[in-house]
């Protein structure tokens, strides 16, 4: 018997081969998970806006609230115009109009009541933000919450108001920003400034206000 001598298993081929192609299957899978699901940073939102600005008023109220918009340009989103440069009326809210859907035939109420409106690029100057009292089933006040949120590179409240409309054809100025050219707020201030094109009542002008037209 010769020393240092080793007893040697072959493999089968066949098997080999199976396994080698069983292996690049699963690593296959594997990095089509990674890409199907990737991993959420905390805090980010894919969502292609720089600003998020929202009203939100009782869902008991079927009145309708309008959001109005203006970029530096004088470029002003509403129902009127949904999309004026890069403002975007996501959400077009009519009170109790359109909170029924249908589902599976039946017809279901979502009662909520709110306007969105996205500011999707940057352009440096002032917005102006409005809230109108369009239309009143209701025939009473309406108080309404207005939050400005800035989306990236984290989502981030940079602004929360309550106001009170009276009545049919109320506007009010909620805000006006200024960006500078990297999209941050640099100042800000509440000077009033008509932006409905059908303002009939001079009485209900608020103090130093400019005119819309």
């Known amino acids: 018997m010769k020393a240092g001598r080793h ?16 292996l690049g299957f699963t690593m296959l899978f594997f990095i089509a998970i990674l890409f199907m699901n990737p991993i959420a940073k905390l805090g980010n939102i894919n969502y292609k806006a720089e600003y998020i600005i929202t009203v ?68 440096s100057g002032e917005y102006i933000v409005n809230l109108h009292y369009y239309e009143s089933q209701s025939k009473q006040p309406v108080k309404a919450n207005v939050k400005i ?3 990236n590179p984290v989502l981030r409240l940079v602004f929360i108001d309550q106001l ?29 400034k008509i932006l409905t094109p059908y303002r009939l009542d001079p009485e209900q002008l608020q103090p130093n206000s400019e005119p819309g037209l």
Do not use: C
Request: hydrophobic share 35%.
């Open 7 to 22: 007893n040697h298993q072959l493999s089968d081929p066949f098997t080999d081969l199976l396994f080698n192609t069983l």
């Open 56 to 123: 939100i008023w009782p869902e008991n109220q079927p009145d309708d609230l309008d959001l109005w918009v203006q970029d530096p340009y004088q470029e002003t989103v509403s129902y009127l115009r949904k999309e004026a440069g890069w403002l975007h009326l996501d959400r077009d809210d009519r009170g109790d109009l359109n909170d029924t859907v249908t589902i599976n035939g039946e017809k279901v109420v979502h009662p909520i009541n709110q306007e969105v409106v996205t500011i999707r690029g940057i352009i």
């Open 149 to 151: 949120e800035k989306v």
């Open 164 to 192: 009170t409309l009276e009545r049919v054809d109320d506007e009010k100025t909620v805000l006006r920003f200024e960006l500078d050219g990297n999209g941050d707020i640099v100042a800000m201030n509440k000077l009033s």
